[in-house]
């Protein structure tokens, strides 16, 4: 897949439905009934990423602020939903030891690695981060997680929404109408290529979260520490 490619195409297709007022909203974001729950491997980007990250979303809820921005502590990438979040899902259904056990299998020998934040992406609902990956080490980790997974009895749905495979971050969700639509896409341009930073991976966390990732419905499973 050639990345940059594919995150300016998602964006031009984007900004399209933007401008048209045919974005997608979110309706569930604050919903109390929403009870979707899965577990995920990610990325945790440090501080200074998060910060650069933060600045432009404190630009844009200055033009935007019934908006969804997600705060510090839930900027993440996704690195494998091993469980996709679905309605009902709880941890009591597993036993997180075994998949503990898989994705040490599947990290074994692998060493820390880079991703470069620069630039956005879209989607009809949502804003993202573009990452971009150095070398291979996070598709291979990946490819590991897929055949392990499916060569076992564990509950899972690795790529059954999609084969993920890229490095984005989601920022931003759309949950109302724009009321500033042409101040907001301005800046969303002036950030298309903006460089936030270049991150080094040593470690991965599993977590059991919400769908929005969000701190207070996020529960620590596992640190893994990557070779260094």
Known sequence: MDLKQHYN???????????????ELDKLIDSPTDNRF?????????QKIKNEIDNFLLNLKKIEPDQYYYPKSDIHI????????????????????NYVEIIHQCLSGIPSFSIQFKGLTASPSCLMVQGFLMD??????????RTNFK?????????KRYAIQTAHTTIF???????????????????KDYEFGIITVDSLEFVF????????????????????
């Not at 899965?38 to 440090?46: E, V």
């Not at 080490?137 to 990946?142: N, S």
């Not at 759309?174 to 800046?187: C, G, V």
Request: with cysteine; proline share 2%.
């Open 136 to 145: 291979n080490t996070l598709k291979q980790i990946r490819d590991n997680l």
């Open 209 to 228: 979260n919400d769908w929005y990732q969000r701190e207070d419905k996020v529960q620590k499973l596992y640190e893994f520490k990557l070779k260094t």
């Open 173 to 191: 969700r759309l949950q109302n109408n724009l009321n500033a639509k042409d101040m907001f896409l301005d800046l969303i341009e002036q950030y």
């Open 151 to 159: 060569n076992s009895d564990l509950q899972h749905s690795i790529d």
């Open 78 to 97: 996704t690195v494998m939903s091993i469980i996709s979040c679905y309605q009902g899902f709880a941890l009591s259904q597993i036993d997180i030891n």
């Open 38 to 46: 899965g577990i995920t491997l990610l990325i945790r980007p440090p």
């Open 9 to 23: 195409n998602l964006y031009q297709e984007s900004i399209t439905k933007y401008r048209n007022d045919n974005y």
